[in-house]
């Protein structure tokens, strides 16, 4: 499973690598709708990596439970990284004891902590 972590961890890092060349590359004088589509080809082949990514800590979770969370931490890092930088294109909802990005809270939900 340490073999599968590395692998999680080097794709994941490749992936930034790549959004951060994207990003460099839409500042360009260069920049045209050329451009933007190939940088979005790019962009969706990232995400349908990372979506497999995805698929492979759901697996291992399900196949070894609270055994993987070992290695799943050594992810955690890398998962936080995406959803800051995902953060801007989800609404802002403050109110959110759980989640300084969430303002809407219903009362009738209840957090079950395992």
Known sequence: MGD???????TLNEHF??????LKKR?????????????VEEDDEDTYT???????????FAAYKEAFL???????PYATKLLVRNSKNLP????CPYCPTLSI???NVHIVQF
């Open 105 to 107: 809270y219903p009362k």
């Open 4 to 10: 599968l972590i590395k692998i999680a961890i080097s």
């Open 50 to 60: 990372l979506s497999k990514l995805g698929d492979l800590v759901h697996a291992l």
């Open 92 to 95: 802002n909802f403050p109110n």
């Open 17 to 22: 690598e790549r959004q951060a060349e994207r």
């Open 70 to 76: 070992p290695c799943f931490e050594q992810l955690l």
């Open 27 to 39: 500042n360009d004088e260069d920049y045209d709708e050329g451009v933007e589509e190939q940088l």
